[in-house]
């Protein structure tokens, strides 16, 4: 029993420990982003890498997903009458929900895991010692400018794909269930509020810090050689996927239970 | 010029420095020697920051190194790693230039790539070498280039970590020359860490053994060839028996 305990005991000290752990390293990692030195090179390259980069993925992702919620709101609203909802429930689904959770899963599975292994090659083979021996603050130079780059570009990646979610559900409404493209438009425009809208971009601002804090963080903690790496990358990706729920949950909540 | 005193590292249950004391004398080329494992990296690394130790004391020019400006004590220091550990992303001459292009010793960019270059050629390497990326480069070329990034500020302190491991005989010998040389004319005070003892011949001018996680033999580089302890016999002699410990 008191072994039971203790093992309980330990998990929860580590479990906290290394919460906190985390916690330092973001407010440091923020702290970094409006402390000089900056750099400008490395801000533009991540800007490059988690905004313009991600672009295609999110579009695709975002456009499929709109027209096939257009499809299930249909069929699902046909069963009570309804199906004239489509044009308003895509709308608050994808600006609401499914853009910005899409943006997140989309940033944490293709930036997130690349900029885990690349800080955490970086860091088995040494050169992250090897900034610090030329007297460059890793925080600054790798951490800061990928988490400014993932706060500036989640909430541009968000209204990206809300845009493009709207779209995939207008091309199936005009084209496969005969919504008129006026009204459909018109519908979706009316019902959607300021915070719906506010709500989307906060979330991507969140969530682009969280992908990318997670990258960052595994990568500076990777293990040694290749499966060091590997394991980083693998944990960096659950834990921001995870964080991202959750966080969405949270503002859910905050937004929108007033 | 850099003392040790007493310094003690674990990592966790291993306990990988157990008391280091080590004096290396301004302008004097120190190489320290030891089997793998023995601590001899970390070491390095505890003088320059990256690891911080237990316990014990480290001082530069009677200055303890945690309590130096942090910004101005590196700037003292030029370190080739193991494995170059150049920066991927940059083309070599950025790599060279690193502390040259930002902080507190920054140039113009033009001023920069022409220190860099300069450096490259001290290395044997051409101007055409500079705007390559390291991936483009062979392991001999990279450990120039890490040569080069090491001197390229004229540093006071140089350290050297394994500077001719995973080199062939013949690019060993030349980087060993390169770094007697340098060390000759820029009269820097250095650390190198080799098993390499061919490296000893041509780098050191004081040697040091590291076993246990203590110095356990330090003198001048011919005494180490001609020593009585039995630990630096089986190791300068690469014998398989002795007081060594090896496994087989």
Known sequence: MIGFLASVGATTLALLAGLGRLMIFAASSLAAIVRPPFYGREVALALLNVGYLTLPVVGLTAVFTGAALALQIYAGGARFNAEAVVPQIVAIGMVRELGPVLVGLMIAARVTSSVAAEVATMKVTEQIDALVTLSTDPLRYLVAPRVLAGLVSGPVLVAVADALGIFGGFLVGTQALDFNPTTYLRNTVDFLTLPDVTSSLVKGVAFGGIATLMGCYFGLNAGRGAQGVGAATKSSVVAAAVLILAANFALTAVFFTA | ?248
């Open chain 2, 1 to 248: 010029m850099i003392d040790l005193r007493g310094v003690h590292k674990s990592f966790g249950p291993n306990q990988v420095l157990r008391g280091v004391d080590l004096h290396v004398p301004k302008g004097q080329s120190m190489v320290i020697i030891g089997g793998s494992g023995t601590g001899k990296s970390v070491l390095l690394k505890c003088v320059l920051g990256l690891v911080t130790p237990d316990a014990g004391t480290i001082t530069v020019d009677g200055t303890d190194v945690t309590r130096s400006d942090r910004d101005a004590f590196l700037a003292r220091f030029g370190m080739l790693f193991q494995g170059a550990a150049l920066f991927d992303s940059l083309p070599v001459w950025q790599n060279v230039a690193f502390r040259l292009l930002r902080g507190s010793l920054k140039r113009p960019k033009g001023q920069a790539r022409a220190i860099a270059i300069d450096k490259l050629q001290r290395v044997g390497l051409g101007p055409e070498v500079a705007d390559r990326f390291p991936a483009e480069l062979s392991g001999g070329m990279q450990k120039r280039v890490g040569l080069a990034r090491a001197i390229a500020t004229d540093p006071e302190i140089i350290f050297f970590d394994e500077p001719t491991t995973g080199l062939d005989p013949i690019m060993a010998g030349v980087i060993n020359d390169l770094i007697r040389e340098i060390v000759v004319d820029m009269g820097a005070t250095t650390m190198t860490i080799t098993h390499d003892m061919t490296s000893v011949r041509s780098i050191a001018d004081q040697v040091a053994m590291l076993h246990g996680g203590q110095i356990r033999w330090v003198g001048a580089k011919d005494a180490v060839f001609d020593s009585a302890d039995p630990y630096v016999t089986q190791f300068v002699n690469g014998l398989a028996d002795g007081p060594i410990e090896t496994l087989r």
